[in-house]
């Protein structure tokens, strides 16, 4: 059953280089400008995960999270593909080279407040390729951290003051639910 606003006209209010905002009957969200979305990588080694550490200006503090970046963004790739982004996402980010980038599904994030879609990729036979890092100033730390101890990791992350991005609930799987 749709809501009386779904079939209301899609107005945007303000529209930034990369952000949209939007209402449509009486709801208010936002959305990627340019039809932008984002590319999120589960990179996998032997038995550890990637994770990077960055800077958060919304959030004021820095958040741990997958590797992840926005696909089309750069000037004159508009038409690039989410796998050609994550790819090279996750080299900026990490170091890392995969063999294999294996697409998982597109989701959605805070579908009551965001339009927003990523893929999500799982990368596997990682290589070192660089220092990683980001590009320009994003300072961004990575952490290769064993699965066997991701509770761990995370816990000491959040006692440190830093926030967790929402998708390192994939890590968690059915620890959270006491099974």
Not at 120 to 128: E, G, I, N, P, S
Not at 143 to 172: N, Y
């Amino acid at each position: 059953m749709k809501p009386e606003d779904a079939d209301a006209p899609e107005e945007i209010r303000w529209e930034g280089r990369f952000i949209t905002a939007k209402t449509r009957g009486r709801w208010e969200y936002v959305g990627r400008a340019r039809g932008i979305h984002a590319a999120v990588i589960l990179a996998l080694d032997e038995g550890h995960v990637i994770l990077v550490e960055q800077f958060r200006v919304p959030l004021g503090r820095t958040c741990i999270e997958l590797p992840a970046g926005l696909v089309g963004d750069d000037e004159g790739a508009a038409d690039e593909a989410p796998e050609t982004a994550a790819i090279r996402e996750l080299e900026e980010e990490t170091g890392y080279r995969a063999a294999r980038m294996e697409r998982l599904g597109e989701y959605y994030s805070s579908p009551g407040m965001v339009s927003e879609s990523f893929s999500l990729f799982r990368a596997t036979k990682l290589v070192r390729a660089g220092k990683g890092g980001g590009v320009g100033d994003e300072n961004i730390v990575t952490h290769r951290v064993p699965l066997s101890g991701i509770a761990s990791f995370i816990e000491k992350q959040r006692a440190a003051g830093k926030a967790i991005d929402v998708r390192i609930l994939l890590l968690l799987g059915t620890s959270l639910v006491g099974t």
